[in-house]
Structures are given as structure tokens and as C-alpha cells.
């Protein structure tokens, strides 16, 4: 008979940390979802102290919605998938976490986000959400374009529509580029009359705020306005030349995530957007996977 | 015989403040600099006490540079040009200061830097600096391109051209554009060895950052590097843009100014390098010049 201690090594926790939130499940020997936590942001390149907070809250959280609060993070295996962690010193410095789990699995949240995507196989993503980037593990061997970050990277994210939207609008105003529809969007939803209302409104704000941002550029896009098909098209080339960077790499299966996926994907080229395919699971199964596979690992290094 | 209430009547101070340092000269009658004094961060954006002090320590500095440190602030009229208080917010917050001078006449730095160069007649300027933008003031009509911040604006200055330059090293170094000589030459000036290096050593830096890898763009493009050709290029047309819409407004005179302007002004336009005359007086003479200007019509007013 399985005591309580065998049970609880057949549950996984699985969290996915980013910049805006962190999210936990906990998930049984038969994949089911028994518990979901959302907490705080959870990129520790923004304070290590919030991403860590976040991520035991966000467990502590799973936990209690699986009515299973009885059980102490102490008993469990997690996998964790952190964006900020394809820098070497953010990932040293989350990996010498006294974690409070049993076992702690780190991974970005890249190489997560492909796993479940691809139910734990290889394979290949896309990445447009806030940030951009494509990301492949094809024989173990990890490739990543661009996730360089804003403003001087991520080309074609969520983040990127926003400020060439913005930019576009205040050149317009200027009378520097030609009109577009996308003045009265914008001025009307931040509530501002002019350009210096809307200098004063977009004056530091970071990629979050652009992100926002988005959804106009690709609204006045679709009906037509030249100066939001131009960016939008630029973003989708970028795209384009992610996937094809990837698609050299001969992943088994590639597919698009992130928000903004709905949204960017009808603007890509034909031939890429054929090739393309479902995401099976979301990241934080993919966490879950990936500590399947580590726990494996060590149970085979174990018994050699 | 003057009193020495009397003499001070013919001094002025000017002062520039802008996001970096805060410039006061102490001037007399005769247009004669007879003290300057550097202080610290004088635009109002970027923090209110931050701004108010820094004028302060350079307009005393000043005092101090003319051996005149007997001389109290409030017998003194200051001509006080900011950055920042084009935004109306702003303009009140620092026209309500409590200051320390005997009169205070706060002008845009677009004004004081159109002032100083045209020697206080009308005209208009074209700042290519750590930002961008174009001024003119015509009939008494002030006219603003540009001057929007960064990144969402001031296309054309050094932060545009830096973060351009990294934006476009990072691609490359993603094989998604050609190579290109900077590449080599900013991981070496900011001792990266690899992208990853690069993003660390860029995230969250601002405009003052990016604006010191404006020179390496621009030598990348005069030893004919194409990625470095094609930023340059792209800038260059944005302040031929600038200059074309300030033309327009039949300008008595027309400079360009700002730290750029020895980098930049060879790559514009042939017409528009030919209508371009050189700044008479840098901004904080341009400070001065307004300060009387204010002064001239307080007296017709007190008088009529």
C-alpha cells in the first residue's frame, strides 16, 4: 500500500514565472490538473526577492486549491520555467535558491514553454507575447533567436507593435509620415487631446504598458491603414525569418504561442504559416514534463 | 553713482538645464561671461528637487566662478531654460517654484537654444544632441517637431542611432541580418563576448547610455559598413524632414546644434546643409537674451 509520502511523489508541481505573473499547478501521476496558483511576477531579472516570493506562493497556492494545503511544498518536486533565466548569472543565482521544494527542477521558461507545447517531445516555438523570440531543442541541443528584451530587441512582439504604433502616431501628428487612423484610436483610449498629452502619457513607460498597445496597430491593419500595414508586416517578417532560422534546425514540429499569437499569426508567410501546429500544453505543464524527465534522469544516474 | 543694488540690475544669470547637467553664466551688460558653473541633472522630468537644486548650486557656482560669491541670488534675474517644461505640467510645476532669484523667466531649452543661436532674433534650430527635435519661432510663433523622449520618439539623436546600432548588432548576431563591423567594435567597447553579454550589459539602460554608441555607428558608415549606412541614412532623413518642415516656415536664419551635429550634419541633404548657418551663442547665452527680452517688456508695461 502507498503511504501518503508515495502518493505525494507521484504529484509534480509546475510553474511558469514571468514578467507580469507567475503560475503553478500541481498534476498527478495521470497528468490531471488537481490544483491551479497565480501569483506576482516571477522574472527575477525585475528583484529576485519578488520572483521567489511569488513562485512559493503561487505552489502554496495550487496546493490549497487541490484541497491538499495538508501538504508542504517539502514533499514535492517542482519544476520551475523562469523568464530572465538565459542569462548565466540570474540562472546561478535562482539555482542556489534555498528553494523550499523537495526537489527543484530550473529551466527558462523557453525550453518549458516548447515542452508543453510539444507534450515533452522536441520540437520548435515561436514566441510572441509581450516579448518575442523563437526558441528549439532538437537532440538536447537548445537554439534561441532574439528574447533580447525592449526596447532594443524583440522585434515583432506585443511590446514592439505598441511603440512602432506610438512612434507612428507621433510622427503623424508632426506631419512627418502620412495620417492614420490609428491617432484617434490611440489619443481617445489614453485619454489624451494632443501630442503632448500623449508624450506626457507614454514618457517611460515600460514594455507591459506597449504591449497594450497592440491590439490597435493590428485593428487599423486589417482595415487597411498603410501606416499600421507597414508595421505590422515589418513584425510578421521578423517572424518569418525566426521560423525560417528554426525551420533549418528540421524540428519534428513547430508551433506559435504567446498572447499575441490570435492577432500576428494570419500576417505570416503562407509556407510558415502551413507549418505550423497546435500547442499541445501550456508552459507550466511543460514544467511539470520537464521535471518528469530530470527525475528520470537522476533515478538512472541513481541505480548505474 | 551706481549702488551696488544698481550693478547687479546689469547682471543676469542664464541657465540650461537639461537631463544631464545644469550650465549658469553669470553675465554683464556688455555681453561679458564673467563666471560659469556645472552642477548636476537640471530637467524637471526626471525629478523636481533634483532640477531646482542643481539650478541653484550652478547659478551660486557661477557667483563663485566670478569671485562675486557676495552676490545674494535674489538680487540677481535668472533666465532659467529647462528641458521638460514643454510639457504644460511641468512649465507650472517649475513656474510655481519658490525660487531664490530676484525674478525668474522660465523658457523652454527649444527657445533659449533658438535665442542664443540666432543671437535673440527669430529663427529656427534643429537639436540633434542625446535627443531630437526641431524648433522654430517666427512672429512671436513657436513651433515644436519632434521632442517626444525615447525610445517612443526623437528619432535621429544619439540615443536613436546607439539603440539602433544595438538593435541591429543583436540581429546579426542572430544571423536575421548581414554582418556588420559594429559588431566587433561595441561587444569590445562594452567588453561583451557574446550576445548574451550584450544583453545584459543594454537592459534597462537609457538615453543618456545608448547616446554614447551613437560615434560607433557613425564610423562603421563612413568606412562604408552597410547595416551602419543604412541607420545613418534612415536618421539623417528624419532631420531632413525636420529641417524641410521648419524651412517651410521661411525662417530669417537656420542652425543646427546639439552634440551630434559634428557626426550628423555631413549626411543630410545638400539644399539643407547649404541653409545652414552656424549657432551664434550656446544655449545659456540664449537664457540671457530671453531674460532681457522678459525684463524690456516688464518695464513698458510698469511704464505705460
Not at 505570416?268 to 520537464?290: M, R
Request: charge should be negative; proline fraction near 4%; glycine fraction near 10%.
Amino acid at each position: 500500500m502507498l503511504t501518503s509520502r508515495d502518493k505525494n511523489s507521484e504529484l509534480f508541481l509546475g510553474i511558469d514565472g514571468g514578467g507580469s505573473k507567475c503560475k503553478a499547478i500541481l498534476m498527478n501521476k495521470d497528468n490531471e490538473i488537481l490544483g491551479t496558483g497565480i501569483s506576482g511576477p516571477g522574472n527575477p531579472l525585475h528583484g529576485f526577492e519578488q520572483a521567489t516570493n511569488s513562485i512559493t506562493e503561487s505552489a502554496k497556492l495550487a496546493l490549497k486549491n487541490a484541497d491538499l494545503a495538508h501538504i508542504e511544498l517539502n514533499e514535492l518536486v517542482a519544476g520551475v520555467g523562469l523568464a530572465g533565466v538565459n542569462l548565466p548569472v540570474l540562472f546561478d543565482k535562482m539555482a542556489a535558491w534555498q528553494h523550499p521544494f523537495k526537489t527543484m527542477h530550473l529551466a527558462t521558461d523557453l525550453l518549458i514553454a516548447c515542452l508543453g507545447a510539444h507534450n515533452g517531445s522536441e520540437g520548435a516555438v515561436m514566441i510572441s507575447g509581450t516579448g518575442s523570440c523563437g526558441f528549439s531543442c532538437i537532440d538536447d541541443e537548445q537554439t534561441i533567436v532574439g528574447a533580447h528584451g525592449f526596447p532594443h530587441g524583440d522585434k515583432g512582439s506585443g511590446a514592439w507593435f505598441g511603440l512602432q504604433g506610438v512612434k507612428q502616431v507621433l510622427l503623424s501628428l508632426d506631419g512627418l509620415v502620412e495620417q492614420t487612423i490609428m491617432t484617434d484610436v490611440l489619443l481617445k483610449k489614453l485619454n489624451c487631446k494632443d501630442d503632448t498629452d500623449l508624450v506626457e502619457a507614454v514618457a517611460s513607460q515600460k514594455a507591459t504598458y506597449y504591449a497594450q498597445q497592440a491590439n490597435l496597430v493590428f485593428d487599423a491593419a486589417e482595415l487597411g491603414d498603410k501606416v499600421a500595414l507597414a508595421i505590422v508586416n515589418e513584425g510578421a517578417e521578423y517572424i518569418n525569418s525566426i521560423a525560417r532560422t528554426l525551420a533549418a534546425k528540421k524540428p519534428p514540429r513547430m508551433s506559435m504561442i504567446g498572447g499575441l499569437t490570435p492577432r500576428l499569426k494570419p500576417w505570416l508567410a503562407t509556407e510558415i504559416k502551413a507549418n505550423l501546429e497546435e500547442p499541445l500544453n501550456p508552459p507550466e505543464v511543460g514544467s511539470v514534463l520537464f521535471a518528469r524527465q530530470q527525475q528520470g534522469k537522476l533515478a538512472i544516474q541513481q541505480s548505474a
